[in-house]
């Protein structure tokens, strides 16, 4: 006899192959409408992203403007505290800058 040992495995098998089969259409619109709430999800995280960016740069514009304001204040009503404290501040990068050079061993 050439029966198979476990006939209701092959039954199960086909109708298994079947429902594959019969199931591909609407897995494959699964996957599609998983793809659009993928896609969507990821426009709006990239629009608030962009958002956050703009607001971070606004913010650090109106700072820079804020402490530009602020020293050009500060030299109007100091002008020479503010010409030694820029004379200072020259002097101590001459100062690091020659120290720099003269790390190597040799002064140029």
Known sequence: MNTPAFPEHHLSAAHADGSLL????????SVRALG?????????????????????????RQRAVSLRDAGSDYIRERPLQAVMIAAGAGALLM??????????GTPR
């Open 36 to 60: 659009s709430q993928t896609r969507s999800a990821v426009q709006g995280f990239a629009g608030d992203a962009a958002q956050i960016a703009r607001d971070s740069a606004d913010a650090a």
């Open 22 to 29: 019969s199931a591909g259409p609407a897995l494959a619109e």
């Open 95 to 104: 100062l690091l800058a020659s120290l720099l050079r003269h790390r190597g």
